[in-house]
């Protein structure tokens, strides 16, 4: 073979190497890994500067930094803050609401992992703010959230569809929990857990490298080391195993009252009719108070959770401490401060585990391995319990002890809380509980979830032809002609929908009947739906009551006449809902094959 040809030849394949989609997506990996290690770090060094302005010093100490504080210092810091957090959330944050990691869950499932990057940027700004003057809030969602919005963005610009935009997400989502755990298998295992829902190997391969990639950077700027101080403890006794399934269901109770208490303080912000943009003001003038006497609800909670696994509380602080950081952590996320609850679950475990702790080492002492062992456990169970992710919070615990017998404790208490709580709470996450009550459910496949998240202004292109209360029955015959109905919307002078009328009403008038108005021949209009509700809804509205089409009136204003949905709508919305899903089925089958 001459020479030309040879390297023809060698050029044309290592141009086919080139242009493999698996490399492809593997490069793309490792940079969105190291890309998002190095805005963890960002992040938190942004948190670090809030908090030097509200507290006069960085770090994740900051119980220590404000117990040395003023007490008007310690109230004002999250009072001001907060009123300044909801003024940017009102008027500067898209949606004029914090983001987090069901936002990503959402985006992932419903959208093709398309996130806006400018809404991403802006959260993650509010979320370290939130953290830096206090609030009881955890800074592995803001940063999840970070990550995904930044390898969506690289996905995006790149023009690839749907799956690799997904996993390209997970690859965000893995580097963020690994660079701020220092916990590498753990990232990777919470993306595919949490985020993308399946283990196919064209995932699960370009994760991994984001995850270590991430881990690298995190290590070069913090050290090898893990995020919590790890205490020596006795060595596990199988006997101990009851006293770590009682923790478990003491951990499933402690989460099941965080989430509800969450839900429960936003829906009281509500009923209370507070304004939202003082809300995050109240939280932190609440906060405030607590921390002038128990600084450790204050920031994320990492010195107070170090302190429960060094066994630095007695009994009796722990208990108090468990029933304030519930608190704090249920009013901070309720009344609008962006965070997450990663940390806050970690803390509560840990202090709930440390309590079952004190009580085995009373029952028996010779037989327990003391209260860092079970903070550790308790650790596990309840953030668990909070996220949904039993496989990846157990690998967390593995990872900072690195502990095989403690690992199991951490499985049983872990599989006990999730029950526990799954059964209680109704939901097998906070996140998922928050996106069902923004009408978004992610069960029953793809297409069906589409339906239970697309609303319904989506598919309305306008007001359909209508007519005025004030219209003659001549004037509304015609306008139903003109327009080949068979029933006519009335609408007030403000535009709210007052009822309809038929053609069979209209189609035999007298000529004395021309003239007299349309008001007498109104019917009541049984059944509309308004255009903030999903799909889904309007589809089961339509088939109970039997009817061809559904009024749609604007959520907003209560009323006012703003669409029309018909039958043929609604089928091409499934039509298209499946025709997405089975498009992205096919896409991950022929990656499989290619493999």
């Not at 940390?343 to 003391?370: H, I, K, N």
């Not at 526990?420 to 939901?427: C, I, M, N, R, W």
């Not at 029309?564 to 919305?573: E, G, H, K, Q, Y």
Request: charged share 15%; hydrophobic share 50%.
């Amino acid at each position: 073979m001459s020479g030309p040809r040879i390297f023809t030849s060698v050029r044309g394949r290592v141009s086919a190497v080139i242009r493999h989609d698996n490399l492809i997506l593997s490069v793309l990996a490792v940079v969105i890994g190291f890309a998002v290690g190095w805005a963890v770090v960002g992040f938190r060094e942004l948190i670090d500067v809030f908090q030097t302005l509200g507290f006069g010093s960085g770090g994740e100490n900051l119980a220590t930094i404000a117990a040395a504080l003023p007490m008007w210092q310690v109230i004002a810091v999250p009072t001001i803050g907060g009123l300044l957090i909801g003024i940017f959330y009102r008027f500067i944050m898209p949606g004029g609401r914090p983001r987090g990691v069901a936002d990503v869950i959402e985006a992932s499932a419903l959208k093709g992992g398309r996130m806006p990057l400018w809404q991403g940027l802006a959260a993650t700004f509010g979320s370290a703010a939130s953290i830096g003057v206090g609030g009881s809030v955890g800074r592995e969602g803001p940063a999840v959230l970070f990550g995904a919005t930044l390898s969506s963005w690289i996905g995006q610009r790149i023009s690839s569809g749907r799956p690799v935009v997904r996993i390209l997400v997970g690859c965000g989502v893995a580097a963020a929990v690994a660079a701020s755990f220092n916990a590498p298998i753990a990232g990777a295992l919470f993306a595919h857990e949490i985020i993308i829902g399946h283990y196919a190997l064209s995932a699960f391969a370009p994760v991994v490298m984001a995850s270590v990639a991430a881990t690298t950077v995190s290590r070069g700027i913090y050290g090898a080391y893990p995020a919590f101080t790890i205490p020596a403890f006795e060595d596990i006794v199988w006997i101990e195993f009851p006293a770590f399934a009682l923790t478990g269901v003491a951990c499933g109770l402690a989460a099941v009252v965080l989430m509800y208490g969450i839900r429960f303080i936003r829906d009281w912000g509500v009923a209370l009719k507070l304004p939202v943009v003082l809300r995050p003001m109240l939280a932190g003038l609440v906060v405030g108070l607590i921390a002038t006497q128990f600084p450790d609800v204050l920031g994320v909670g990492y010195e107070q959770t170090d302190r429960a696994l060094n066994a630095a509380y007695s009994i009796n602080v722990i208990l108090i401490l468990i029933a304030l950081k519930l608190l704090a952590t249920a009013i901070c996320l309720g009344w609008g401060f962006g965070g997450g609850v990663f940390s806050p679950s970690l803390a509560l475990g840990a202090l709930v585990g440390a309590a079952v702790g004190f009580a085995t080492a009373a029952v028996s002492p010779e037989l327990s391995s003391g209260p860092a062992a079970y903070a550790l456990v308790g650790m596990g169970a309840t953030a668990a319990a909070v996220l949904g992710a039993p496989i990846s919070t157990t690998l967390i615990i593995f990872e900072l002890t690195g502990d095989y017998t403690l690992t199991l404790a951490v499985m049983l208490a872990v599989v006990i809380a999730t029950l526990v709580s799954t059964q209680l709470f109704g939901f097998q996450s906070f996140f998922l509980a928050q996106l069902h009550d923004t009408g978004v459910q992610l069960e029953g496949g793809s297409d069906v979830s589409a339906l239970k998240s697309v609303r319904v202004r989506d598919y309305i292109t306008g007001p359909p032809p209508h007519g005025t209360v004030d219209m003659t029955q001549g004037e509304a015959r015609q306008k139903l002609l003109a327009h080949n109905l068979d029933e006519l919307y009335i609408v007030d002078d403000e535009g709210k929908l007052k009822g309809f009328v038929g053609g069979s009403a209209l189609a035999d008038l007298a000529d004395g009947d021309l003239e007299q108005p349309v008001a007498p021949l109104l019917e009541a209009v049984t059944t509309v739906i308004r255009d903030d509700q999903v799909i889904e809804s309007a589809v089961r509205l339509l088939l109970a009551s039997g009817a061809r089409r559904l009024p749609v009136v604007d959520g907003a204003t209560g009323g006012r006449l703003c669409g029309i949905l018909t039958a043929r709508d609604l089928l091409s919305v499934i039509d298209q809902a499946q025709a997405e899903a089975a498009a992205e089925t096919k896409g991950v089958r022929r990656r499989r094959i290619a493999e």
